[in-house]
Structure formats: C-alpha cells, structure tokens
C-alpha cells in the first residue's frame, strides 16, 4: 500500500522546521510524489509566519516539473468556539486548510473543552481537515468528533509523525479514531506532518493502523490526487482544475 499525495508538510517559514519549498519538490520528485501541500503554522504560533506569507501563496506555481504543490495552512484552533487563526475572504486563497491544537495557542484543558473546540471548528465551515486529533495532550469525545466530522464533509487525520517523533502516547486514540470515522462513514487522511524534507511521503506507521482496523481504502482521501481534489472541491475550493495534468 503507498501514498503519493501528502497533505502536511512544514517549511522553514515555520522555524522550527529545516527545509525549502525547493527541497520538498527534489524530494517528491525523488520519491515518486504526486501532490503535497505546504501548511506552515497559523501567525499565532509564535515562530510561525507572518499573516502575509499566506495571503502571498498565489505566487507559488501549482505544478513544478509535473508536482502538484497545494497552497495551505495549519491553523491554530484558538478557543471553544472553534476560531482559527486565519479567516474571512482570506481563507479562499488557500487550496487547503487544516487546523489543530497546539499547546502556545491553546493550553491543554478538559475532554469537554476540547471536544466543544473540535466540533464547533468543524461546524464552522472554515476547516478540511483535523490535524492530529489524537494527541493524547487533549483528549475528546471520540466518538461525537467522529460523527461530527462525517456530517459537514471534514477529514480527521492520521499523523505519521505522532508515532515517531511528537505526541507521543497516540497510537491507542488515533486506532480508535480510525474506528469511530470508519463506523461514522466519513474520511481520514494521512499526513507526514513533515518538518524536514526528507519525511514526505513518510506514512509507514499510518499505513499499519488503518489496515490493522480495515479501514476502506476509497475514504483515506490521499490515496489518490483525484481523491484529495475532488473533496477539496467539494468544500468549495477554487482553480483546482489547475491539478488536471496530474490526476
């Protein structure tokens, strides 16, 4: 089983991550890599880039040397009421946006508060995807995200990463978020959640828990450019038709 869309990856615009936008292109050139999206961290963080370096993500080409590069953010997920960190009009410049907790912009708190945040980010309409919901940091009502999620058409993610080299403690709740969408009929993604180039595409561990819990194939939206396009368009992103020589 391989992967050769990613949907999370970091630059150094992110500080705290190693490489180019030049470098993860090599590198997805190198391993056969399709499509991936840039989603450095919203301006709350506080390394994160300027408010400006997202709304500039139309210079970026969508194609390099036959690479899709998706134009995206991970946001922060502010409050219980579900804000995030970018918003308005600007938020359909982007071709993708995940958001997520991170412990400088939203302290870790109760299973309530947490799962009050998720469901009211994922109502808001404003998100595609949950990244690393299985943070052991801010536990959730699994099951009431889970449906809350398949209801408005919004993907929870599996996180590589999260087995590897952060969050550790997630193997236990990502399986069972896995389960929880799976049963709610709605969709993962696998992201590599990647802060140096050499990790895209990086989903082995990820790859073990969905075929541990059987989990379809045709509703892990990166198992195919098409795929992840398509949903994106559903959500009612824009100019996507600019991807059709790689699908």
């Given amino acids: 089983m391989k992967f050769f869309v990613d949907v999370h990856a970091h630059t150094i615009a992110s500080t705290h991550a190693y490489s180019t936008v030049h470098d993860y ?6 391993k056969g890599i399709k499509l991936f999206a840039i989603t450095d961290h919203g301006p709350d963080m506080a390394d994160a880039p300027h408010f400006w370096h997202f709304v500039n993500m139309c210079v970026l080409p969508r194609i390099v040397n036959g690479v899709g590069v998706l134009r995206g953010i991970e946001a922060n997920i502010k409050n219980e009421n579900g804000d ?3 918003f308005g009009d600007y938020l359909q410049t982007l071709d993708i946006v995940l958001a997520g907790f991170h412990e400088p912009v939203f302290p870790p708190s109760t299973q309530a508060a ?5 469901v009211n980010c994922i109502e808001s309409g404003n998100v595609d995807i949950i990244s690393h919901p299985g943070n052991p940091a801010y536990p959730i009502d699994i099951k009431r995200v ?3 999620a398949a209801a408005h058409n919004v993907a929870l993610e599996i996180n590589n990463s999260s087995f590897l080299t952060s969050r550790q403690g997630s193997l236990k709740n990502c399986t069972a978020i896995a389960r929880a969408v799976k049963e709610a009929g709605g969709y993962l993604v696998l992201g590599s959640d990647s802060h140096v180039a050499f990790s895209l595409g990086g989903f082995d561990k990820a790859i073990e828990l969905i075929q541990e819990v059987e989990f379809p194939i045709e509703r892990i939206l990166n198992h195919s450019p098409k795929a992840l396009l398509e949903f994106l368009t559903s959500r009612g992103h824009k100019g996507l038709d600019e991807y059709a020589s790689i699908v």
């Fill in 25 to 30: 292109l090599a590198i997805a050139r190198e």
């Fill in 84 to 86: 995030i960190d970018f």
């Fill in 114 to 118: 947490h799962t009050e945040a998720l």
């Fill in 146 to 148: 889970a449906e809350a």
